[in-house]
């Protein structure tokens, strides 16, 4: 059974900071490439980063050198710290295994964490 679990959201001002956690399943983890999707307000949830088994990772065009992603294998834990957060990055985030580049593997989402930022 599928199991993820965000954490780590919250209200903070245009230019903070925030760090996302997200526990898996172990088979998940060990399997899949990790990341991070989110969805705002009235529109379909997107990609934002993922992070490969070696560590390196890949990004959405608009959080690239605000946003890194990064897993702890020995906690099955994937986090994303972000900075320079704008109000434009507020939506709810999730993450989820990662196929064919950046689609979600699992239909199943954990609940999701509400990132807000405001002006």
């Known amino acids: 059974q599928v199991q993820l679990v965000e954490s780590g959201g919250g209200l903070v001002q245009a230019g903070g900071s925030l760090r996302l956690s997200c526990a898996a399943s172990g088979r998940i983890f060990s399997d899949y490439n990790m990341g991070w999707f989110r969805r705002a307000p009235g529109k379909e949830r997107e990609f934002v980063a993922a992070v490969r088994s070696d560590d390196s990772a890949y990004y959405q065009d608009s959080v690239k050198g605000r946003f890194t992603i990064s897993r702890d294998n020995a906690k099955n834990t994937v986090y994303l710290q972000m900075n320079s957060l704008r109000p434009e990055d507020t939506a709810v985030y999730y993450c989820?295994?990662?196929?064919?580049?950046?689609?979600?593997?699992?239909?199943?989402w954990g609940p999701g964490t509400q990132v807000t930022v405001s002006s």
């Open positions: 989820n295994a990662v196929i064919v580049g950046r689609m979600p593997a699992f239909g199943s």
